[in-house]
């Protein structure tokens, strides 16, 4: 079972739409959770942090979900200029030290 | 700033060559670290440095080596190429470890490597 998990999608929406994704991770002592976003053939871009009590910023959404053990990210009023893959993020110890695990990614494309 | 920056951006390999990878940032930035990023499998590190002269393995570091010889410059070095290494590999930098989110990490614009 893969440390981070995410639905691969593709997620098809119509502009003006409300999305929510789901990462689920396996490791309980994880303390740090990301969403990161990623154009296409582009390097990853740090979205947004997700804190315990949830945290938004403008038209995002992020929430942690301890007892479950997943992170979701919600996108209202959809712009094309969302379309994107979104990556989670989780620290998990790998090795000596806890690092970034990422999912495999959940991709977007908003539809005119 | 250019930030994270990443050479070649394309390369092309037989099975058996090697190359070495190229990554700077000009940000004096403590953590650097390598990816790759394969169909379906996400990121994964290859290795990381905390600092100069100091390296650790990530969660694939087989058939690659890195070196930190200055805060600026972070190679990693493909010793004998295989198809298996066909991949995206992403250079990121930041003040400390991202994990502990107290810090952004940056990627470079990627190298996309294919190994025949």
């Given amino acids: ?112 | 700033n250019a930030g994270v920056t990443q050479t070649p951006k394309f390369q092309v390999l037989k099975t058996g060559q090697s190359m070495t990878l190229q990554c700077a940032q000009d940000m004096n930035h403590e953590y650097m670290s390598w990816y790759r990023q394969d169909p379906g499998m996400g990121l994964r590190l290859i290795h990381y440095s905390v600092g100069a002269g100091i390296t650790d393995q990530g969660e694939v570091p087989n058939g690659y080596n890195v070196s930190r010889s200055t805060t600026e410059d972070f190679p990693l070095r493909l010793l004998s190429a295989a198809p298996s290494q066909t991949s995206v590999y992403f250079c990121a930098s930041s003040y400390s470890n991202p994990s502990g989110g107290r810090d952004t990490q940056y990627f470079g614009p990627g190298t996309r490597l294919t190994v025949l």
């Fill in chain 1, 1 to 112: 079972r893969k440390e981070v998990e995410q639905d691969p999608g593709p997620f098809n929406v119509p502009e003006g739409a409300t999305v929510a994704f789901n990462c689920t991770y396996s490791n309980s002592a994880s303390q740090s959770f990301f969403w990161y976003r990623q154009d296409c053939r582009k390097e990853p871009k740090l979205l947004m942090s997700v804190y315990s009590s949830g945290n938004e910023d403008g038209r995002f959404t992020a929430q942690l979900n301890r007892a479950s053990q997943y992170i979701s990210l919600l996108i209202r009023d959809s712009k094309l200029s969302d379309s994107a893959t979104y990556l989670c993020a989780v620290n998990i110890r790998t090795g000596s030290a806890r690092q970034l695990t990422f999912g495999s990614g959940t991709q977007l494309t908003v539809l005119p």
